[in-house]
């Protein structure tokens, strides 16, 4: 590789501080100076057996072709060109090159001069600032994106960005972790990786695992792993953690098959992003969370025994009603929807719709008021109501629920009516025995005296006497009536059959008072029933019925099956209960009529309580209702 340039040419040539090189039409060299083998890194004889189309970037070797076609056709004096060279080491080199052919006297070519100035440094300069630049928009692009990003979106958004980072990095993975269990476990929640590279990451890991890694990732900066791990298959892998007031909740890694390395600005731009995108993460499970929340709130609020009502404060109406309160007020959800707050009084009584709205004006709140509740039908049901003020989304509202204790409070009402019942028949059978055993005996005095003939005048006296003895047995037999430890002989028989054995009695008595009875039977099951305590309720059911009806009244004695249960009914057609004692009913001693004991219904639900049955009835000016309910048909049985 040599030829003979003149001497002060020559000089100028080796000592040139740029790349000289001679090259033959072929693209040979034919003689290079020292900057130029330094600029390669190629000794001369080294250099003489390549072509220098070798040491052109292979993506660059297109554009150098099209300038050296111009210059050998005379188009160009000079062809000048910034572009890439492959170092010996593989290394890429940027350089100003310049070209030029030198001719003989006829103009024919003989051979090129090549100049080649390094501005690589340069290039990596404007290379860094550009990135650093493209970089910082990439980021504020990526934040105001996941600000704006629909939460169901988030996931897309998140994997095109981490696709985009990994390519702006070239690196071959990027994955995000998260720590929970208060900073124990931690897991991988997104990861990219470019096609043909296969995640090598776990899913899930625990601290104490790990403590050292922990421990390094707990640092400012994160730290590297480096290849010397033989289980890693990356030759390099750097963390990042992800700190939210001050405490580590997780961490962007960034792992590289052929060892990239990372500056500090790479290092906190990449921490940047991680929070970014940690943020993201955490607002889509936020959201939800919230909506799994939304979705139980919504599924206890339909479920739910409570009446339940949610009403807009802003002007909108009800918003949504349960099935609970469709069900036992008997509207249909239509007819409640957007009611304003005016609209519903006609569901409570007015005087509790008053205070409510009072307490709320007031307090804001309403907590376990006792009120009316009024159905679409007009039957009344007590509850337990309460308010409070709620949000939903951005609109403030009131939850009302309201606890239908109807049911509680009637059997609150029966088990203290039982409860009386019960004291005065264990007071009867207390003192029943001491009493009626000095009546026994006056009243065998007393018709042994009235026998006598000089008492003959008195007989009627006497009689008189006796009666009220008797009277007065029969009142405490009533007593011990009422008593819960009474025996009771329970034996299988049917309602009907008894029934039907009362009826010619209860005709006798109808007929003598110029009224009429009916009979009305269904088909039922046999139940194990005391007869005698069965007949003494009917008789009694039956005379306050006759009692309560003018002449050519009709009393109507009805069974039938309903929901498995056994039900006698009594209807007559009198002028009905008035309102103001309805719930003295079956309070002993209490009595309407002239000489009545007041022990009559108190016997009957006494009776009834002993056979698992209850009692209710409906009164109006059309007569009264009782029903007697046996529950649970045969299963009924001392």
Known sequence: ??????????????????????????????????????????????????????LVHPEDIALGFQEIQKLLSGEIPTCHLENRFVHKTG???????????????????????????????????????????????????????????PVDKIDEEITSALEKIGKFLRVDCIFIDQFYEEGRKYKKVMEW????????????????????????????????????????????????????????????GVASYHGKSFSEEDIRLIKVVGE??????????????????????????????????????????????????????????????????????????????????ESLNQQGTVLNREVELITKSGIKRTALFSAEKIMIGKEMCLLLVSQDITEKKRLEKEMAR??????????????????????????????????????????????????????????????????????????RINLNTIIQHLYPILSVHTKMEDKSIELNLGSLPDLYLDKKELCQLILNLVRNGLEAM????????????QQGNVILEVEDQGRGIPNEIKDKVGTPFFTTKLNGTGLGMAICYSIAERHNALIDFQSGPQGTKVRVKFRGAEETKA
């Open 91 to 149: 290394e890429i080199k940027w350089g100003l090159s310049s070209v030029s052919l030198v001719r003989d006297e006829a103009g024919i070519p003989l051979y090129s001069i090549v100049q080649i100035q390094d501005i690589t440094a340069r290039k990596r300069v404007e290379d860094n600032l550009s990135y650093r630049v493209e970089f910082e928009r990439f980021v504020t692009t990526l934040s105001t994106g996941f600000i704006n990003c």
């Open 193 to 252: 990786n470019p096609p043909g590279i296969t995640p090598f990451l776990t899913q899930e890991l625990t601290v104490e695992a790990v403590p050292g890694w922990y421990r390094k990732l707990s640092e400012k900066d994160g730290f590297y792993y480096e290849e010397k791990e033989q289980n890693l298959k990356a030759q390099l892998l750097l963390n990042i953690p992800i700190t939210q007031a001050g405490e580590n909740v997780g961490f962007i």
């Open 418 to 491: 039982l409860e009386r019942l019960d004291l005065i028949g264990q007071m009867a059978a207390g003192i029943g025995h001491e009493i009626r055993n000095p009546m026994t005996t006056v009243r065998g005095y007393l018709q042994y005296i009235s026998k006598k003939d000089k008492y003959a005048d008195e007989v009627e006296t006497f009689q008189l006497m006796i009666e009220e003895l008797d009277r007065a047995n029969e009142i405490i037999t009533e007593y011990l009536s009422l008593s819960q430890d009474r025996v009771v002989d329970f034996k």
């Open 276 to 357: 970014v995108i940690f943020s993201a993460i955490q607002r889509k499970q936020a959201e939800i969370a919230r909506r799994n929340s939304e979705q139980l709130i919504a599924a206890a609020f339909t479920a739910s025994p409570a009446l339940m009502m949610i009403l807009s404060m802003e002007g909108r109406g009800v918003i949504d009603v349960n099935d609970t309160l469709i069900e036992v007020l008997g509207y249909d959800r239509s007819e409640l929807l957007n009611k304003q707050s005016g609209e519903l009084s006609g569901l409570i009584r007015q005087s509790d719709y008053e205070h409510i709205y």
């Open 1 to 54: 590789m040599c030829t003979k340039l003149p001497e002060d040419y020559e000089i100028v040539f080796d000592f040139a501080a740029i790349g000289m090189a001679l090259l033959s039409l072929e693209g040979e060299f034919l003689k290079a100076n020292a900057y130029f083998c330094e600029f390669f890194g190629y000794d001369p004889i080294e250099l003489s057996k390549l072509l220098f189309s070798k």
């Open 550 to 561: 003018p002449v050519k009244g009709r009393l109507t004695i009805s069974t039938y099956r």
